[in-house]
């Protein structure tokens, strides 16, 4: 089955048409990245397929379930069990914890921080990600590559089926993007949870499998480049010159 598959999506704001007719699968397990110069529509088509936008035309759908028509909470539901998002300015909430907010989407399904299993799952992914000593502080508290990482831990928390990650390496400097990318390979590795990554960054898109180029609102070509950043940073100027 497909982890993600997008048929001929349009998406307008106002007059202007960012996405024309787009078309994307990723396998399940999948690891892929999307890349495109700023405003060419890659952050709203990951906000379409985790159904926090809705698409103007054609169809998405993650594991098989169409997400364009699903009404607000019904794919809230969807998303925090089968979809997790890493979003660029990190939506974290103040009034909580690190912690807290990490477990948000299983303490949304009814789960409590103090069980064994969320608690064990927590505690790992801190771990992971070198944020354990920042469990009790507030998102405010932190510098922006630490909500970074914190953002990320929240969108693995529930071991979904996709993770739609919008630049996650985007406040880190070249060594944490590096442990990102490790991360994000050691999650798609188990051959369960599929990863589509949005990146400018051809070192990040080199984690990937496969890597989609953006433009005019559709996907221009697309290579297989894993590990080598250079034969990708030549193909961007190509398509972007």
């Not at 303490?107 to 064990?120: C, E, H, I």
Request: overall charge neutral; hydrophobic content about 45%.
């Amino acid at each position: 089955m497909e982890a993600l598959k997008a048929d001929d999506v349009w998406r307008r704001y106002g007059s202007q048409e960012v996405l024309k007719g787009l078309d994307l699968s990723l396998a399940s397990g999948a690891f892929e990245a999307l890349m495109g110069p700023s405003g060419c529509g890659k952050s709203t088509f990951l906000h379409l397929a985790a159904g926090l936008l809705a698409a103007d035309r054609g169809a998405i759908e993650i594991g098989g379930v169409d997400v364009v028509g699903m009404r607000d909470a019904v794919a809230a539901k969807f998303r925090r069990r089968h979809v997790g998002v890493v979003f660029q300015a990190f939506n974290l909430l103040n009034e909580k914890s690190v912690e807290d907010n990490i477990a948000l989407p299983l303490m949304l399904d009814g789960m409590r921080l103090s069980s064994p299993k969320v608690r064990g799952r927590v505690d790992a992914l801190m771990g992971e990600l070198g944020i354990s000593a920042l469990a009790r502080k507030r998102p405010e508290e932190l510098s922006g590559g630490e909500q970074q990482r914190v953002a990320i831990a929240r969108a693995l928390v529930a071991e979904p089926d996709i993770v739609l990650a919008d630049e996650p390496t985007g406040n880190l400097d070249s060594a944490s993007a590096k442990g990102i990318c490790s991360l994000l390979r050691g999650v798609n590795r188990g051959g369960k949870t599929a990863i589509l990554l949005v990146t400018h960054d051809p070192q990040v898109a080199a984690c990937a499998d496969r890597v989609h180029f953006l433009r005019d609102g559709r996907i221009a070509a697309s290579i297989d480049a894993r590990g080598d950043a250079a034969r990708i940073s030549q193909f961007y100027l190509e398509t972007y010159r």
